[in-house]
């Protein structure tokens, strides 16, 4: 299972930016899928995810401002990230929940990670 992520980039307070991720390989089923982000010398923290139920969590930090969206017919899953602040500054990588042609239970997988930096 491979997840690619893109979209990260430089923006300034205040921007947007979209990220996507894709989910690919032998894929019986994808059960969630979503964002975490981990700052220099910080743990890995939950940003958003989505169930393919369609429920949606969201960081309190982030709440009102980021906004995650998935398609699970195509594996593919966006955080649109507006109203950004240096506190958001950090390396933002796709995790994924995923039961394998191979599997009974799904397991997590993750994204390499694309940094986002918000400065002036």
């Known amino acids: 299972v491979q997840l690619v992520e893109s979209g990260g980039g430089l923006v300034q307070p205040g921007g947007s930016l979209k990220l996507s991720c894709a989910v690919s390989g032998s894929i019986f089923s994808v059960n969630s899928m979503g964002w975490y982000r981990q700052s220099p010398g910080q743990q890995r923290v939950l940003a958003a995810a989505i169930i393919s139920n369609g429920y949606r969590n969201y960081a309190d930090s982030v709440k009102g401002r980021f906004t995650i969206s998935g398609d699970f017919a195509n594996n593919t899953v966006y955080l649109q990230m507006n109203s950004l602040k240096p506190d958001d500054t950090a390396v933002y990588y796709c995790?994924?929940?995923?039961?394998?042609?191979?599997?009974?239970?799904?397991?997590?997988?993750w994204g390499q990670g694309t940094q986002v930096t918000v400065s002036a």
């Open positions: 995790n994924a929940v995923v039961r394998t042609q191979q599997d009974s239970i799904g397991y997590d997988y």
